[in-house]
């Protein structure tokens, strides 16, 4: 038998996974930031909608999470452990690397519906497995 606390554990909300980053916000950004200008380009909105077949896409009204950096210091080791995004759409634009830090950028496309079904993270972990796609950071 298992206890309540190593049940928990096991289930897929209660997983947790380490992360350590710095991290900017869109309201610490000046209006003249780079980002913002890519993340207001009407042109790129458009893509994006076209390219994932989408009736609409709109730009995120969170003031704080609509854009933001992600900074990741190797000598901290800092690093993005394993999580599911809440959002139904977003994209991901690496703009540079820490030399010899290496990393991986995984994802497993169109898992939310299956997922959400799971209540073990074993069952997520059979799931996932053969469908992550790995890209080289």
Sequence with gaps: ATSSA???SSTV???EFGSSKV???MDDMGEASELLEVYRWEALRLFLRDVFGLPQLFRSSDPLGGAYYNIFD???RDTLGWHFDRSNFSMNLILQT???AGGEFQYVPDSRPAIDGMSLWSEVETHIEGKRRTRKA
Aim: aromatic share 0%; net charge positive; hydrophobic share 45%.
């Design 6 to 8: 190593s049940a928990a």
């Design 13 to 15: 909300r209660a997983q």
């Design 23 to 25: 991290l900017v916000a």
């Design 74 to 76: 190797g000598a901290h």
């Design 98 to 100: 820490t030399p010899g």
